[in-house]
């Protein structure tokens, strides 16, 4: 069993910055990638950006150029720095791990982000 504990959520002006990180624990594999998702209020939860266990990255359209997402050394704690926040990035936001084939998969319980306007 793995528990995933996201922090960093909250309110922010367009333009500002903030930082979530997710902290992973339990029985975690090295191969196993994590990452962030978000759902708006009225639409499916998406993919905004994830990490494998070697470091590549993969991004949502809309946020490449603007977040930036990164691992510790130990692989066990995710990090999504956001950049140029715009309204439209208001959402409750999801770290997710798993492993190859989402054998296994967890999610976190997801934390606000509102940027206002």
């Known amino acids: 069993q793995v528990q995933l504990v996201e922090s960093g959520g909250g309110l922010v002006q367009t333009g500002g910055s903030l930082r979530l990180s997710c902290a992973a624990s339990?029985?975690?594999?090295?191969?196993?990638?994590m990452g962030w998702y978000r759902q708006a209020p009225g639409k499916q939860r998406e993919l905004v950006a994830a990490?494998?266990?070697?470091?590549?990255?993969n991004y949502a359209d809309s946020v490449k150029g603007r977040f930036a997402i990164s691992r510790d050394n130990a692989k066990t704690t995710v990090y999504l720095q956001m950049n140029s926040l715009q309204p439209e990035d208001t959402a409750v936001y999801y770290c997710?791990?798993?492993?190859?084939?989402?054998?296994?998969?967890?999610w976190g319980q997801g934390t606000q982000v509102t940027v206002s306007s």
């Open positions: 339990g029985r975690i594999f090295s191969d196993t990638t």
């Open positions: 997710n791990l798993h492993t190859s084939g989402y054998l296994y998969n967890y």
């Open positions: 990490i494998t266990g070697r470091g590549n990255t």
